[in-house]
């Protein structure tokens, strides 16, 4: 991938990047790919009014996005993922990660985690260069995925999982982490994998050449573990090798693969105490001269996996996207903690705080929440999509229908004037290919997820 991710924007862009365009927010994001954020450049934990008040968008700390999705009730019955391990993968990973969870922990009142290991079966991680945007990149993204797991699943213990060589389009950085995943499985050194990065289905040379990186889910399959990826945050745009965005629907691998659930985005509209102030609706917005939304749409390689055979899903044949969504918009993003000594403009400075959206935001938190599943049943829970389709017709599902919103996708030049549209899927009750099935009530979903 692009780690699906786009690009920053300082403090003092953050209004053109909301209503306009300024030459660096302009050049820089489409070309760098990062998760979309807004660097705040603050050493304490901004409020959702402060954010509004100062940069016009919402942002979120723990505690509200934690109530949004019912977490406190779960958590009083003593469900907080006591005696799991979320595996989080990230290329490169974060020089500074393990110092940067205990901030957020202490910024946030939350425990620090059982264990929070890193490990590079893979092969070492170079060291860390300051001015490098693929590995402060790929920090922030490190940063969101521990951070906003533990959030969730305060008590189950973390595992980074670093490879040495960034994954963007096609096969690059793929061996690598296929190895990885390999490693942890064979290892059993956790029970949910956590994956915020994808390839374009369209920048492998062929389907062999994909289908021969499928083996670490193949085994997850057959060893009990659940294999999350994020569905993208470009709607149902896709690019070619030169990073160029294709004139038509496209989907992303992992995402794509009927063995990984796929988890889209969701925007959602909070008050101070996490309380709803309007209901969830499909992640899609313009940043700057960008458009970020829920990826999402039928698959160019996969056929239609008999799970889905349970809904109408307006994909013909072919495999759908995502199976499931979650908090992902900027303007409601989460806020997260770094320290990573980075020098590329735009990026957070060291030790602060920024906000982030993003279905890699949305995927570590259905990461925490399958962990608390796993736990209530008492086991692993392994391939969830199958579960997941015979819930959409439970009354008790915890799962929440989002019907409101789209994830068409626009491409725009520099001064903003729209290239083409690629219309993409309208939500309504029921499965729709922006959002998948819907959200959930954590409380309700990890029951009914668990067999309870």
Same mark, same amino acid.
């Given at each position: ?15 053109? &990047? ?55 009730? &779960?958590? /009083? ?27 957020? !922990? ?6 620090? @985690? @059982?264990?929070? +290991?890193?490990?590079?079966? /893979? ?42 060589? %960034?994954? $963007? ?16 499985? !064979? ?7 956590? +994956? ?12 062999? $050449? ?78 700057? $001269?960008? $458009? ?15 799970? +889905? ?10 495999? %759908?996207?995502? !199976? ?24 957070? /400075? ?40 015979? &819930? ?20 725009? !030049? ?8 690629? @219309? ?9 290919? /922006? ?8 409380? %309700? ?8």
């Amino acid at each position: 991938m692009r780690r699906f991710r786009r690009a920053t924007a300082a403090a003092g862009m953050v209004l053109a &990047l909301a209503l306009g365009c300024t030459t660096a927010v302009c050049s820089a994001y489409p070309m760098t790919r990062h998760e979309p954020h807004v660097s705040l450049n603050r050493s304490s934990a901004p409020t959702t009014a402060e954010c509004e008040a100062e940069f016009g968008f919402a942002c979120y700390q723990p505690s509200q996005v934690e109530r949004a999705y019912d977490l406190p009730r &779960l958590w /009083a019955q003593g469900n907080e993922g006591q005696g799991q391990t979320i595996v989080i993968v990230d290329s490169y990973g974060s020089p500074t990660i393990q110092q940067d969870l205990r901030h957020f !922990d202490s910024a946030f009142h939350l425990p620090n @985690p @059982p264990s929070m +290991q890193v490990i590079q079966p /893979a092969g070492a991680v170079p060291p860390f260069e300051p001015a490098s945007e693929e590995m402060s990149g790929w920090a922030g993204e490190t940063s969101i995925d521990v951070e906003w797991s533990h959030a969730v699943a305060p008590k189950a213990s973390i595992l980074l999982v670093e490879t040495p060589e %960034a994954e $963007t389009e096609g096969v690059q950085g793929f061996p690598q982490i296929v190895a990885a995943e390999n490693y942890v499985i !064979d290892h059993r050194l956790g029970q949910v994998i956590s +994956q915020s990065f994808g390839a374009t289905e369209e920048t492998f040379p062929n389907l062999r $050449t994909l289908f021969s990186l499928r083996s670490a889910f193949e085994n997850a399959a057959t060893q009990g573990v659940t294999v999350l990826g994020a569905s993208g945050d470009e709607g149902v745009a896709g690019v070619n090798l030169n990073d160029e965005f294709l004139p038509y629907q496209a989907n992303s691998w992992p995402s794509s693969d009927p063995l990984v659930t796929s988890v889209g985005g969701t925007q959602l509209h909070l008050n101070a105490a996490g309380e709803r102030t309007a209901p969830d609706n499909v992640w899609n917005e313009v940043l700057g $001269t960008s $458009t970020a939304a829920s990826g999402g749409g039928p698959s160019h390689v996969f056929l239609r996996p008999p799970y +889905q055979y349970l809904v109408p899903t307006g994909s013909g044949l072919h495999r %759908a996207t995502p !199976d499931i969504s979650m908090s992902a918009a900027v303007n409601g993003g989460v806020l997260i903690y770094t320290s990573y000594p980075t020098t590329v403009p735009g990026e957070p /400075a060291p030790n602060t705080f920024s906000f982030w959206g993003g279905t890699s935001v949305a995927t570590p938190l259905f990461a925490g929440v399958v962990a608390i599943a796993d736990q209530i049943a008492g086991h692993p829970l392994g391939l969830i999509n199958p579960r997941m389709y015979l &819930l959409a017709h439970a009354p008790y599902s915890g799962i929440t229908n989002i019907t409101k919103g789209n994830n068409t996708f626009t491409d725009f !030049d520099e001064e903003g004037n729209p290239l083409f549209t690629i @219309p993409g899927f309208e939500a309504h009750p029921g499965y729709n290919m /922006a959002t998948g099935l819907g959200s959930v009530d954590a409380l %309700a979903f990890a029951h009914a997820l668990a067999g309870h």
